[in-house]
C-alpha cells in the first residue's frame, strides 16, 4: 500500500528568512527506472538543499508530481517499492491489435492513470495549488512541434500522461486542438527553463544512457535514437548557457542572475538497467533506490571546492558495461536490540576486470530497524568476495556508511558460504556496527543475520548476467555465480 501523505517535512521549501541561491532541480526523463531519482532526492534532502524551480521531463514528471503531490522523501521511496511495475503496461482491446499498421501505440495509459499514479501518491488538486515549490511539466505539443512547460497550477492529468506517453509504446493525447505526447524527442531536461526563472545553480540528476559503442537489437537501437535525441538537446542547452555565462561576466544578464550560473549533474556512473530489466524482475526498485542514493552522496562528497563545476565541464558520458553480473539479496536479523533488516545489491559491471581485482562494481545496501520508520541508506559501500579451492573457503565481506537518527556509523559484514545448506537457514553473516566513519571505532552494536527459505529462493533467482554472447555463455556464467553463491562446496 502507499503511504499516506503528509504535509509535515515537506523536501527542499523555502524557510523564513532565506537568503541562498536560487535552485532549480531538473529531473531528466529515464522510464520506469527513475525510482533511481527519489533515492537522489533523499541525499539532496540530508544535504540541506533548497530549491526554488523544479522541473520534470518524460519519466521525471513522475518524481515531480509526486513532490509537488506533498510527499516526503521517505514516502516517496516507500511508494516506488511498493508498486507493481506491471501496472506501467496496459493493453489494448484485443481487435485493435487485429488490425497492427492502424495502431495508435502498443499499449495505452490506463494502467498509469488508475493504478501507478494513485499508488505513487499523486493528487493533481495538490500540484495544482502548490505555492512553496514552483514546478513546470514539459510535454511535447506535437500539433505545433514544440516543447511546453507547463506550470503546476495549470496541470491537468491530461498533461500528466501525455508527459509520460513515449511513442509507438503510448498513444498521444488531445488537449483542446492540440496533440500532445512524451518530450524526450525535443528535450530530456528543460535547463533553460530554469535559467529564464532566474537560477542561479541547476541540480540536474539524469539517467539517460550515454555509452560509445552503438549496438544491435532494433530495441537497442530505439534507446539509442532517445539517447542521441536526449543528449544532443541537453548539450545544445548547456553550450547556451556557457555562453550566457560570459554575458553575465560581462554585466549583461538578461533574467537576472548576478553570477555565472553553475550546473551540478548526479548521474550513475554505468548506464541503468533498462525499463524491460525492470518488468521482469532482473533489477527492481528498492535497488535502484539505493544506487541513486549512493550515487547522490558520492557526488555531494566530491564539492570539496566553495565554486562547484562550471557549465562547461558537464558531460553525461557512462562507462561501458562489459560482461556483468547482478543479483541480490534480503538478510534479517538484529541490531540495537532491535529487529532489523539488511537488503544488499550487489553489481558487477565488468565480471572478468572483477576477478583482477580491477573493481568495476557498486555495491548498495539499506538497513530497516522495527523500531526506526526511517530507511537508513547505505553509501561508499565496499564487498569482496573470497574464494580458495584448495580449502574449500568461500566467504563474502561488505562494508558500507549510513546514519541513524543524525548519527553516522560504519556496517561491517562476513558471511562464510561454505556454511550454507539448501534452503539457506545455514548461511549467516556476522553484522558489526562502529560509531563514525571508520571500521574499527566504537562497537556499538552486533548481531547474526540469516537468509530466511523465502529470501534464499529470491536470492537465487535475482542473479542476472547481462552482455554475454551468446545463451550458452550466459548459462555457463549464471550457473558458476550460483555455484559459488549458494553451492556450500
Known amino acids: 500500500m502507499p503511504m499516506e501523505i503528509s504535509r509535515n517535512l515537506l523536501p527542499f521549501r523555502i524557510p523564513a528568512g532565506y537568503n541562498g541561491p536560487k535552485r532549480s532541480l531538473v529531473l531528466a526523463g529515464g522510464g520506469m527506472r527513475l525510482a533511481y531519482q527519489s533515492g537522489v532526492l533523499k541525499a539532496l534532502e540530508e544535504h540541506g538543499l533548497i530549491f526554488t524551480h523544479a522541473d520534470g521531463t518524460s519519466g521525471g514528471i513522475f518524481t515531480l508530481a509526486m513532490l509537488l503531490s506533498g510527499l516526503t522523501t521517505d514516502q516517496m521511496c516507500q511508494n516506488w517499492r511498493t508498486l507493481n511495475i506491471k501496472h506501467f503496461v496496459s493493453y489494448l482491446p484485443l481487435q485493435k ?7 495508435a501505440g502498443f499499449g495505452d495509459a490506463d494502467g498509469i492513470r488508475n493504478k501507478v499514479l494513485p499508488h505513487l501518491g499523486v493528487d493533481i488538486s495538490k500540484i495544482n495549488v502548490e505555492k512553496d515549490l514552483a514546478g513546470t511539466f514539459n510535454v511535447c ?73 552503438y549496438r544491435n537489437g532494433s530495441f537497442n537501437q530505439y534507446v539509442h535514437m532517445i539517447e542521441m535525441s536526449a543528449n544532443g538537446a541537453l548539450y545544445a542547452e548547456i553550450d547556451y548557457i556557457v555562453e550566457l555565462n560570459t554575458r553575465i561576466s560581462r554585466g549583461d544578464s538578461p533574467y537576472g542572475q548576478k553570477a555565472p550560473i553553475i550546473i551540478h549533474l548526479i548521474k550513475p556512473a554505468y548506464p541503468l538497467p533498462l525499463d524491460p530489466d525492470l518488468y521482469f524482475n532482473k533489477v527492481n526498485t528498492t535497488t535502484l533506490i539505493d544506487m541513486g542514493y549512493a550515487d547522490a552522496k558520492e557526488y555531494l562528497a566530491s564539492i570539496t571546492t566553495a565554486v562547484p563545476i562550471e557549465a562547461a565541464a558537464i558531460s553525461t558520458k557512462m562507462k561501458s558495461p562489459g560482461l556483468a553480473f547482478s543479483g541480490r539479496a534480503r538478510l534479517t536479523g538484529s541490531l540495537f536490540n532491535q529487529a532489523a533488516v539488511l537488503y544488499l545489491s550487489l553489481n558487477i559491471h565488468d565480471i572478468p576486470a572483477f576477478i583482477r581485482q580491477q573493481e568495476p562494481y557498486q555495491f548498495t545496501v539499506h538497513l530497516s530497524l522495527a523500531g526506526n520508520p526511517f530507511i537508513a541508506f547505505g553509501y561508499n559501500g565496499q564487498m569482496q568476495l573470497s574464494f580458495n579451492p584448495a580449502q574449500s573457503f568461500k566467504e563474502v565481506y561488505f562494508e558500507f556508511r549510513t546514519a541513524i537518527d543524525g548519527k553516522a556509523y560504519v556496517i561491517t559484514g562476513r558471511a562464510d558460504l561454505n556454511r550454507n545448506t539448501s534452503n539457506g537457514n545455514g548461511l549467516k553473516a556476522e553484522v558489526k556496527v562502529y560509531a563514525g566513519t571508520q571500521a574499527g571505532n566504537e562497537l556499538v552494536s552486533s548481531g547474526d543475520f540469516s537468509l530466511s527459505n523465502p529470501d534464499w529462493q529470491a536470492a537465487k533467482k535475482s542473479l542476472t548476467v547481462y552482455n554475454a554472447q551468446n545463451w550458452f555463455e550466459r548459462r555457463r556464467l549464471r550457473k558458476s555465480l550460483h555455484n559459488y553463491f549458494f553451492s556450500p562446496n
Open 141 to 213: 505539443n506535437y500539433s505545433q512541434k514544440k516543447n511546453e512547460a507547463i506550470p503546476n497550477g495549470a496541470l491537468t492529468l491530461p498533461h500528466l500522461l501525455a508527459g509520460v506517453s513515449l511513442p509507438l509504446f503510448m498513444p498521444a493525447h488531445q488537449i483542446n486542438n492540440d496533440w500532445y505526447i512524451d518530450a524526450v524527442w525535443i528535450k530530456d531536461a528543460n535547463l533553460l527553463e530554469a535559467v529564464k526563472r532566474g537560477a542561479e545553480e541547476i541540480w540536474l540528476v539524469w539517467a539517460i544512457g550515454n555509452i560509445q559503442e
Open 97 to 103: 491489435y487485429l488490425r497492427p499498421l492502424q495502431l
